[in-house]
């Protein structure tokens, strides 16, 4: 089993950013695709972006692509967000994900965070 744990979350203004980070824990958390949904109020959870275990390939949402950048820092087992030039409908919760190879892909996943709230002022 995996465990993730979110953090970086907070208020920002419109046209701001953040920084999320997730650190993952468990014996086969360094062979796992890592990445972010996000589930807005009264919405379903939505897929951000994924990178794959080794940090070479990255895919994200039409909505946040050109915005938001997804790294992995795989000697410390922790994925990061950085979102730029956040809109008011970025406002969310985001959780971390982990799964096996292309599984996220297909919007599914074998471990999930708590969460971290995004909350945009505009």
């Known amino acids: 089993q995996v465990q993730l744990v979110e953090s970086g979350g907070g208020l920002v203004q419109a046209g701001g950013s953040l920084r999320l980070s997730c650190a993952a824990s468990?014996?086969?958390?360094?062979?796992?695709?890592m990445g972010w949904f996000r589930q807005a109020p009264g919405k379903g959870r939505e897929f951000v972006a994924v990178?794959?275990?080794?940090?070479?390939?990255?895919t994200y949402s039409d909505s946040v692509k050109g915005r938001f950048t997804i790294s992995r820092d795989t000697a410390k087992n922790t994925v990061y967000l950085e979102m730029h030039s956040l809109k008011p409908e970025d406002r969310a919760v985001y959780y971390c994900a982990a799964g096996p190879p292309g599984a996220l892909l297909q919007r599914w996943a074998r471990s999930w965070g708590q969460g971290t709230q995004v909350t945009i002022s505009s």
């Open positions: 468990g014996r086969t958390s360094s062979t796992y695709d």
């Open positions: 990178i794959t275990r080794s940090g070479s390939s990255t």
